[in-house]
Every structure is written in structure tokens, then in C-alpha cells.
């Protein structure tokens, strides 16, 4: 594995940040329920972390003051207000910037780690995918990539369509076959029934290097009731496909928010036991957001752990339709539609 020394010393003007999970997460396994809270952002956290890394961790320490010092600033409320509403709203001179701005990104860290760096003489005559990036693809390889339809508010894909590359736009949280689930053993009665799709992967399909960097959208046209745990659903969704159709000792790409966030912690430590992880931060893209990278190299994707997290995560998603089913079932205008009288 690279160390962080190493890596500081490329010729980039701008070092990244690097470290391996072995100097963020303990070898003990979080169960993400004890202790654990809210904070500002909405991401779980725990206590004992916390206090931890405040003990332990200057630099944490560091930023935890002056996320407090923002937070209690309405200057910084109307920063990231605007940053937002830039983000929903951009015109197509803005969407480029943003284009660009991901481009240099991936360049930045393919510099750094060589992640990008795919064989893609390495697939056979019948498995000729080498890339699977399951929100929209950037790259000149052979790939596969999904991204929300503009029409449903997914983001306009800026990239041209070579003929290496197979273009797909669907909503993947509605994957259910893909996930486990038979579309024909969905009750008539959910209110997604008609949405969720039939299979979109063959079991031999495998990649080289998958990109998890989906995140829930603003604009997303979807039915209330999903919102809670709509980014739930897409993580879980993104992670149990991507490690479910990588090739033994590939690499993913995966993005996530706060370190010290439970829900971080724990896919760290998770996929510590089957892969090389370090975490990346761009210098300044996103500099002042909590969201980062998790590099995943060396995956011994065809390992009893990797398999076990591939079967939790689908059993998660089952899990979160069963919670949102349960919580539409008992809505107030759900029992006055029983009661006939609505």
C-alpha cells in the first residue's frame, strides 16, 4: 500500500489528502445503534467517537471549532444556501464547470493512486465491460453507466457517447430484481409498484473498477414518503451492486460524508477486511464540505466477507421497503381511505 508519505512527495502543486482506514477506524465492529445521536448535518454519530477523536485527533479538534463557528455564523448558512441553489439550478455554462471540475477530480486522484489505470484487455470475448459508474460515466475505457433520467431531475450527462460506452438512465434504487427481489413479488398495493425494473445485470457481468458517487438530489421527482431514507436506499444500492459484479481484486471509488459518521465508520471497517482502503480528499474541490473519497484497491471481491456485505446490504434494502411500507400503511390518510372516508 502507498503511504500517505509517499504520496505527498508526487509532483501534484496541490497534495490531497490520503491516509489509510488503519489510522481511522479501530478493529472493533460498531454495531451504529449504542450511543449514537444526530448532528448538524443529519449524519449518526457517536459519542464515544467523538469524544475520541477530541482527545486524540488535533486536527479533529480543530475542525470541530470551527464547524462550530460556521454554524453559528448566517454568513455560512447563505455560503452553502447559494452553493445549493447553484448546484439544482445550473445553466449549462455551470453544468461544464462541474463537468470539469470532476474530470480534473478523477485526474487528480488517478495521479495520486493510478486507480483509473484499467486492462482493458483484461475482460474476455464475452465480458468486453471494464467499468461499471453507476451515476454517470467519465471515462474512455469500456464502461457501464447509470445515471436519473433529466426528466425525473437527474443531472444532463455532459460526456459524448463513444461506442465503448453504454449509457442507461433509470433510477438504480428501483433495481429490485438486481437486488433480490422478483418484481412479481411486489404487493400490487405499493405505491412504487409500477416503478420498480427487471434485471439489469447478467450474473457474468464483471468490472474492473466501479464509481460509487451517487448522492440524493434535490430536484429528484419522487414520492414523499421516501424521503427519510432515500439516501439510505442509494447507498445500499450502489455498494451491494458494484461489489456484487466487481472482478477479484479490482478497485471502487466510493463517496461518502464525515469520517467520523457512523455510517462511514462502518463501511471502512468493512471493507478493511477484504481490500486495501484509503480515504481522499481534494485539496480544494469541495474543500470546505464534509464529503470525501473511499479508495478501495486489491479487493478480494470473491471472499467470504466481501459475499457477507454483499448479502447485508441487500438484506438492508429489503429492510427500508419494509419500514416505509409499514410507516404508509398507518398514515392518518391511509386509515380514512380504509374508512371510506376520503
Known amino acids: 500500500m502507498t503511504s500517505p508519505a509517499e504520496l505527498q512527495d508526487s509532483q501534484m502543486n496541490a497534495p490531497a489528502v490520503i491516509s489509510s482506514t488503519s489510522e481511522t477506524c479501530s478493529q472493533k465492529e460498531m454495531n451504529g445503534e449504542e450511543h449514537a445521536s444526530l448532528d448538524r448535518g443529519g449524519g449518526r454519530v457517536s459519542y464515544e467517537v467523538v469524544e475520541y477523536l477530541l482527545k486524540e485527533a488535533p486536527e479533529f479538534r480543530r475542525l470541530s471549532e470551527l464547524r462550530e463557528k460556521a454554524w453559528r455564523n448566517p454568513a455560512g448558512d447563505k455560503f452553502f444556501e447559494k452553493q445549493r441553489n447553484t448546484a439544482d439550478n445550473a445553466d449549462k455554462k455551470t453544468a461544464r464547470i462541474f463537468f470539469n471540475m470532476m474530470r480534473d477530480m478523477a485526474t487528480h486522484i488517478n495521479h ?21 459508474d453507476i451515476i454517470a460515466p467519465q471515462s474512455r475505457a469500456r464502461a457501464v453507466g447509470f445515471s436519473l433520467p433529466t426528466e ?39 405505491p412504487d409498484a409500477a416503478n420498480l425494473l427487471p434485471r439489469q445485470f447478467k450474473p457474468e457481468d464483471q468490472f474492473d473498477l466501479v464509481l460509487c458517487d451517487g448522492q440524493v438530489l434535490r430536484t429528484h421527482d419522487r414520492a414523499d414518503y421516501r424521503e427519510k431514507r432515500e439516501a439510505t436506499r442509494l447507498s445500499l444500492t450502489q455498494l451491494a451492486l458494484g461489489l456484487g459484479h466487481l472482478k477479484a481484486g479490482g478497485s471502487m471509488i466510493v463517496l461518502l460524508h ?34 470525501f473519497y473511499m479508495l478501495a484497491t486489491n479487493i478480494r ?14 438484506r438492508m434494502w429489503k429492510k427500508v421497503w419494509d419500514i416505509q411500507a409499514n410507516a404508509l400503511e398507518k398514515a392518518p390518510f391511509m386509515e380514512r381511505n380504509i374508512q371510506g372516508t376520503v
Not at 475482460?123 to 465491460?129: I, L, Q, V
Open 258 to 291: 464525515k469520517v467520523e459518521a457512523l455510517d462511514s465508520l462502518n463501511l471502512l471497517y468493512t471493507f478493511d477486511k477484504f481490500a486495501t482502503v484509503r480515504l481522499y480528499k481534494h485539496p480544494k474541490t469541495h474543500a470546505k464540505r464534509s464529503s
Open 112 to 132: 495520486l493512486t493510478g486507480v483509473f489505470q484499467i486492462n482493458t484487455d483484461s475482460a474476455g470475448p464475452d465480458n468486453k465491460k471494464a467499468i461499471l
Open 152 to 190: 425525473k431531475g437527474g443531472h444532463k450527462v455532459l460526456l459524448q457517447h463513444p461506442r465503448n460506452v453504454t449509457l442507461k438512465f433509470l433510477d438504480i434504487t428501483m433495481l429490485a430484481a438486481d437486488m433480490g427481489v422478483a418484481v412479481t413479488d411486489i404487493p400490487a398495493e405499493h
Open 301 to 314: 471481491a470473491d471472499s467470504d466477507a466481501a459475499a457477507t456485505a454483499v448479502e447485508r446490504w441487500r
